[in-house]
C-alpha cells in the first residue's frame, strides 16, 4: 500500500523540524516539592513564586502528579515560594536569594490540612451562555437545560452564527459553508457529511462547551474559510480512583427518541484509562416539497413534488484510551476511537407534471434508501517536558472510513386521466472505503519571560476508491447503464510547516503571530488509469492577533488570517440519487478549493460581547446548484464553485439579569453578503441583509429547580442560486436536580412547530425552484443522568491527536 511507503517520508519531516525549531535555551531554573502530612506529593496546588522586598508576583506554576513544580529564566533576586490548595493551610518557604545562573532545589514544602470540621462544601459557578476568549466565541453547552436529550447537531442549531443544512449534512458559521470541526481541540479527519453524522448521534450530555473560532492561528489547519468547531467534552475533578456516569434520554416527536451515554474514567499515579460509549436511536417522519418551473424553448413546464420521508437513524459512538508515565515528564498515551452510523429511509414519492402544450403527466415513485458509516481511528502520541519548560510531542494515526449508500427507486407514469402509462425501477449501489495516514512533530518553548514560540510539521497521506453502478430493470434482468455508473481513486498528500510567536508587551498587551506553509497534491483518476484530476500546489497561510486589555471590564481584539477550504471527498467524489423523476444528486470532480481572507475585531465590556468580521472568498464551493438539461427537462444538483463571495458579519451578545432569579442570554448576530458569478448558464449578483437572534431565558426556582425558555429566528440567507428562508423555533427546558441522586430534566423542542428549511431560486432567475423540509415535529424527551464513584477523579489528559484536523473531508 502506498501509504506505507508514504510514511518514509517522515524521517524527512523530522530532519525539517530539527532546522525548523530553535536551540533550547537554558538559563535559571527553581524547582522544588510540595507535600502533604503523609509525604506524598500534592498535585494542582497553586505555587507562587514572589519578590521578597514587596511580594510582588514573579511568576506562577501548578504542581504536577508528584508534586513537583519549576520555574524558569528566572532574574537574580531574593525570592520566596507561596503554595495554595483547596482544604488546606497556605504554606511559605525561606527567603533565599538566587544568581539567576544556576539551577537551585529548593527544600520540599510542607502542607497542612485547615483545621475546619465542615461536612461539605459546595462552590457552585455558573457560566454564561456565551463567552468571548481570544479568537473564539464559546457557548456554555452544560448549562442549558433546554439542551437536555438533544444531539450536538441539535445544539449546534441554536448557536450563534451557526446553520445547520440538515438536508446536505453540512454546516455554516457567519454564511460560510467551510467549517471544520474538531473534538477536544482535535480535528476530525472526515468528510464534513460523516462529521455531520457523528454529531448528530452524540448526545449533548457529554459536552461542555462549544467553541466557534472564525479566525484560527497558524498552528491549526489552513483549511476551512468558516473558520472551526471544537466540540469540547465533559471531563471531572482531580485526584486518584475512578469514576463515570450514565444518561439515559427517552422522548418521542414524529416517532420513538432515545440515547444513552456510559463513560467510565480511571486515574492512577501512572496509568491512567477512560472509556466512552454513546448510542442513538431517532424515529422520523420529514416532510419534503419542491416546486420547479421553467421553459425548454418550447413551452412552460412546472413540476410539483412532495413526499413523506419514513425514516430511522441507528448511531454508535465509542472511545477509548490511556496515558502512561513513562517519568516524571514523559507521557505515551493510546487512542482508539470510532462510530457507526446507519440511516434507512422509505419515501413515498408524487410528482405532478404541468405542461402549457403537451399532455400533463403524473408518477408515483418510492425510494428506498440506506447509508451506512463505518470509522475507526487509532492514535498513539509520546509527549516530554524538559526541566526549562520546552515540550514536544509526536502524534502517528490511522484512520479507516466505510460508506456504504445503495437505493432502489420504483417509478409508475401515468397519464393525465390517471390510466398507468408504464413503469421504471432502477438501484444504485455506491461504496466508498477511505483510508488516511497522519504524521506531526510539535515543538513548544519559552524564550525569556514574556515570548513563546511553537512550531511543527504535519503529513497527510489519504487515498479513496469510489465506486458507483447504475442498474435498470428490463424484464427480470438488471442491467447496467455505462452513463451513470463510474468509479474513481482518489490519491491526496498534504504536507505542512507552522511556526507561531506569542508575544507579551506587558500585563495587557499580546500578540500571536504566525506562518503556516501548506503543500498539496491531488490526483484522481478512474481505477483503470484515466486521469480526471491532477493538481499540485503550494500556499502560504499567515495569522496574527493582537489583544489589549484596557482594563478588568474592557477587552479588544483585532485578527487576521488567510485560509483554504479544500473540497470533500464525497463531492469530488462521482455519484447520482434521484430527488423525483426529473431531479438528479450527483457529484463534481473539477470542484476546486476556496481562498479566503479573515479580518476580524471583538470587543468585550464585562459580559458583553460585540464583534464584526470581514472577508472575501474566491471559488467558493456551494452544494446543490442546479443545471438544466432542456432536452430531457431533468436537473442535476452538484457542487460548484461561486466566483467570488463578500461578507460582513456583527455579532452582539450580552446577559441580563431582569431579577435575582430571573436571567436572559440575548444574542444577535448580522450578515451582510454580497455574490457575483455565473450559474445555470445566468449572471449571477446579488446581495442580501439577515439576522440571526437567539434569546434565552433562565429561571432559577427554589428546591434545585430550572427552566430555560429559548428563542431562535434566523432571516433569508444566500446558498449559492438558492435563497435560503427565514425559519425560527421555540423551546422550553426543566431541570430538577437531585444533587448525590443525579439530575433529571424535562424538555420540549420546536414547542410550536414552526422550524423547517425553506428555499428558493433568487430574484430574477431563469429557473424557478421553491421548496421545503421539516425534518422533525416537536419533540418530547426526558433525560436522567448519574454519576458513580470518586467525584473528585481529574479528567483525562487534554491532548491533541495527529488526524483530527482530516476529519472534516470525510462526509456522510
Not at 506569542?502 to 491531488?522: C, P, Q, V, W
Not at 446579488?686 to 429561571?699: A, E
Request: charged share 20%; glycine share 8%; with cysteine.
Amino acid at each position: 500500500m502506498k501509504f506505507y511507503c508514504n510514511l518514509l517520508k517522515v524521517p524527512l519531516i523530522v530532519i525539517l523540524f530539527c532546522l525548523l525549531a530553535s536551540s533550547v535555551f537554558s538559563q535559571g531554573i527553581i524547582q522544588g516539592k510540595v507535600f502533604d502530612s503523609q509525604s506524598k506529593g500534592l498535585s494542582y496546588a497553586s505555587v507562587l513564586l514572589r519578590n521578597e522586598p514587596d511580594s510582588s508576583l514573579i511568576k506562577g506554576a501548578i504542581s504536577d502528579d508528584s508534586g513537583n513544580y519549576v520555574f524558569t529564566d528566572i532574574p537574580k533576586g531574593q525570592y520566596f515560594v507561596e503554595v495554595t490548595i483547596l482544604g488546606y493551610a497556605k504554606s511559605f518557604s525561606p527567603v533565599f536569594p538566587f544568581l539567576g545562573t544556576e539551577k537551585s532545589d529548593l527544600a520540599a514544602i510542607l502542607l497542612k490540612e485547615e483545621d475546619q470540621n465542615l461536612d461539605e462544601v459546595t462552590v457552585t459557578a455558573t457560566r454564561p451562555l456565551f463567552e468571548l476568549e481570544q479568537g473564539k466565541m464559546v457557548v456554555n453547552v452544560a448549562n442549558s437545560v433546554s439542551a437536555a436529550g438533544l444531539s450536538v447537531i441539535d445544539v449546534l442549531d441554536r448557536s450563534p452564527g451557526v446553520m445547520v443544512n440538515r438536508q446536505g449534512n453540512s454546516l455554516s458559521v457567519l454564511g460560510k459553508n467551510g467549517v471544520v470541526i474538531l473534538m477536544n481541540g482535535q480535528r476530525f479527519r472526515m468528510p464534513l457529511e460523516a462529521a455531520f453524522q457523528m454529531l448528530a448521534g452524540l448526545n449533548s450530555s457529554d459536552v461542555e462547551k462549544i467553541e466557534i473560532i472564525t479566525v484560527p492561528p497558524a498552528n491549526y489547519d489552513a483549511d476551512g474559510d468558516a473558520g472551526f468547531i471544537n466540540i469540547v467534552m465533559k471531563k471531572d475533578n482531580d485526584m486518584i480512583g475512578t469514576n463515570g456516569s450514565l444518561t439515559i434520554g427517552q422522548g418521542y416527536g414524529s416517532g420513538y427518541n432515545g440515547n444513552m451515554s456510559f463513560n467510565l474514567n480511571h486515574q492512577g499515579p501512572k496509568f491512567s484509562w477512560f472509556g466512552l460509549l454513546s448510542t442513538t436511536y431517532v424515529d422520523q417522519v420529514q416532510e419534503w416539497e419542491q416546486f420547479r418551473g421553467n421553459n425548454n424553448g418550447f413551452e412552460d413546464i412546472s413540476i410539483d413534488t412532495n413526499t413523506d420521508r419514513f425514516s430511522t437513524r441507528k448511531s454508535i459512538n465509542y472511545q477509548a484510551g490511556f496515558d502512561y508515565k513513562l517519568g516524571s515528564n514523559t507521557i505515551f498515551s493510546g487512542l482508539v476511537s470510532g462510530y457507526t452510523n446507519r440511516w434507512d429511509m422509505t419515501a413515498p414519492n408524487v410528482t405532478k407534471s404541468n405542461y402549457s402544450i403537451s399532455p400533463d403527466t403524473l408518477f408515483r415513485m418510492t425510494t428506498v434508501e440506506v447509508n451506512k458509516w463505518s470509522h475507526i481511528m487509532g492514535n498513539i502520541n509520546l509527549q516530554h517536558t524538559f526541566q526549562n519548560g520546552q515540550v514536544i510531542s509526536t502524534n502517528v494515526d490511522y484512520l479507516t472510513y466505510k460508506n456504504s449508500n445503495p437505493s432502489r427507486y420504483t417509478i409508475m407514469n401515468y397519464d393525465e386521466s390517471n390510466d398507468l402509462i408504464g413503469s421504471e425501477e432502477f438501484r444504485i449501489t455506491k461504496d466508498t472505503p477511505i483510508e488516511l495516514w497522519v504524521t506531526d512533530l510539535n515543538h513548544s518553548m519559552k524564550i525569556g519571560e514574556s515570548v513563546a514560540v511553537e512550531s511543527g510539521l504535519r503529513a497527510t497521506f489519504s487515498e479513496f476508491t469510489n465506486t458507483v453502478r447504475f442498474e435498470e430493470k428490463l424484464g427480470s434482468d438488471w442491467l447496467v447503464d455505462p452513463n451513470f455508473t463510474n468509479d474513481g481513486f482518489l490519491e491526496e498528500d498534504i504536507l505542512a510547516a507552522f511556526s507561531t510567536a506569542k508575544i507579551e508587551f506587558d500585563e495587557k498587551t499580546t500578540l500571536n503571530a504566525g506562518l503556516r506553509y501548506e503543500n498539496t497534491k491531488t490526483n484522481l483518476t478512474t481505477v483503470s488509469g484515466e486521469k480526471i484530476v491532477d493538481r499540485h500546489y503550494g500556499d502560504f497561510f499567515p495569522t496574527a492577533f493582537l489583544s489589549r486589555k484596557i482594563n478588568d471590564d474592557n477587552l479588544v481584539q483585532l485578527s487576521y488570517g488567510r485560509r483554504i477550504t479544500r473540497p470533500t471527498f464525497n463531492e469530488m467524489a462521482p455519484f447520482v440519487f434521484f430527488s423525483d423523476p426529473f431531479t438528479f444528486f450527483a457529484g463534481n470532480e473539477n470542484i476546486l478549493p476556496t481562498y479566503t481572507n479573515n479580518i476580524k475585531t471583538d470587543y468585550s465590556y464585562k459580559s458583553m460581547i460585540f464583534s464584526v468580521q470581514h472577508s472575501m472568498d474566491k471559488d467558493v464551493i456551494a452544494q446543490f446548484q442546479p443545471t438544466l438539461n432542456e432536452e430531457t427537462n431533468t436537473i442535476f444538483l452538484k457542487t460548484e464553485n461561486i466566483d467570488q463571495r463578500q461578507t460582513v458579519s456583527m455579532i452582539v451578545a450580552f446577559p441580563l439579569k431582569v431579577t435575582s432569579w430571573w436571567e436572559t442570554q440575548n444574542n444577535f448576530t448580522a450578515n451582510y453578503q454580497k455574490v457575483n458569478s455565473e450559474l445555470n448558464g445566468e449572471a449571477y449578483d446579488v446581495d442580501q441583509k439577515g439576522i440571526q437572534v437567539v434569546l434565552t431565558n433562565t429561571f432559577t426556582l427554589p428546591k434545585k429547580y430550572t427552566i430555560e425558555l429559548m428563542g431562535y429566528y434566523m432571516s433569508p440567507s444566500i446558498m449559492g442560486y438558492y435563497k435560503v428562508l427565514s425559519r425560527g423555533f421555540l423551546n422550553l427546558g426543566i431541570q430538577k436536580d437531585f444533587q448525590k441522586a443525579g439530575v433529571l430534566r424535562l424538555s420540549c423542542n420546536d414547542i410550536l412547530e414552526s422550524s423547517q428549511l425553506r428555499w428558493r431560486s433568487f430574484d430574477g432567475a431563469d429557473l424557478e425552484i421553491t421548496g421545503r423540509l421539516k425534518f422533525e415535529k416537536r419533540v418530547f424527551m426526558a433525560t436522567y443522568t448519574y454519576k458513580f464513584g470518586n467525584s473528585k477523579i481529574k479528567g483525562t489528559r487534554d491532548r491533541k491527536v495527529g488526524s483530527q484536523e482530516e476529519q472534516r473531508r470525510v462526509t456522510n
